[in-house]
């Protein structure tokens, strides 16, 4: 089906069991699409919880340039948009949400600005600490370089970075709906600042967390999740970290760990 933003079409992805008990709305990755997540959704339909996803604006098959992120705030605003409309739909079923990579960027973003009512928040691999590869010099000259040259190609990310099943990577790079261009400069900054915009968030994240990372993840840095876990405040709060996983946790070999993982904790706060 498709939601409508201020006329930005996107698209979502909704696997929902008969008579849910709960459920989990998820923001994706970066480049990646909801459509991988059926696998987990699956999992959790058979357990009473439902799962929807919307493909991010460029992003899927969703409107937009592929890859391209014109807008932070507006990647939030849709989120809020179409996560209210199937809410709507679903009056009285308590409500998660999870976030992948970016997707976990984004819906502490979108948790700080809007206030949003969830039951838990789940934090897969967020990327909320900037990369030590960016240098101080590179951060300082990347909001520059958007303005004057918003879609210039700057690097790729490693697919292989991703899992260590190499089917997972094949797949990932056949897929049509995943872009494996290089990145935009207009994407990089915003997201660059979108990450350092949620590093004083804190003492006001009152939200039941559930925070799950890959000892071995190169693309997001663990100890992002880490100081995200010390510095908030809830008095619901949980991270686990993975001995040698990659980035994607919901496609590594070991997976049905972390599928059972967020069953549990999500089925113990309804």
């Known amino acids: 089906m498709e939601a409508d933003s201020n006329g930005r079409k996107l698209f979502i992805h909704k696997w929902i069991p008969d008579n849910p008990g709960a459920l989990l709305f998820v923001l994706h990755g970066i480049f990646e699409h909801g459509g991988r997540y059926r696998e987990v959704a699956e999992y959790l339909n058979r357990n009473g919880i439902g799962v929807i996803a919307a493909d991010h604006y460029g992003h899927g098959r969703s409107g937009g340039r592929q890859g391209y992120i014109d807008s ?108 494996t261009g290089k990145i935009y400069a207009q994407t990089g900054n915003e997201t660059l600042q979108a990450t350092k915009g949620i590093s004083s968030v804190g003492h006001d994240f009152k939200w039941p967390v559930l925070i799950l990372h890959g000892t071995a993840d190169r693309l997001t840095q663990p100890e992002g999740s880490q100081d995200f876990y010390d510095r908030i405040e809830s008095n619901d709060k949980t991270i686990n970290f993975y001995e040698g996983w990659y980035h994607e946790l919901l496609n590594e070999p070991e997976k049905d760990i972390v599928f059972e993982a967020i069953r549990i904790w999500i089925t113990s706060r309804i």
């Open 72 to 179: 932070w705030d507006h990647l939030i605003d849709d989120t809020d948009r179409w996560v209210s409309q199937l809410k709507d739909q679903y009056p009285d079923i308590p409500c998660f949400i999870m976030g992948h990579s970016l997707g976990g960027l984004l819906a502490v973003s979108y948790l700080n600005k809007l206030k949003p009512d969830f039951q838990g928040v789940i934090l897969l691999s967020a990327a909320l600490k900037v990369s030590r590869d960016i240098s101080p010099l590179l951060q300082a000259m990347a909001p520059v370089l958007a303005a004057m040259f918003p879609k210039l190609k700057t690097i790729r990310l490693d697919a292989t970075a991703i899992s260590r099943d190499r089917e997972v990577v094949k797949d990932y790079l056949e897929d049509p709906y995943v872009y």
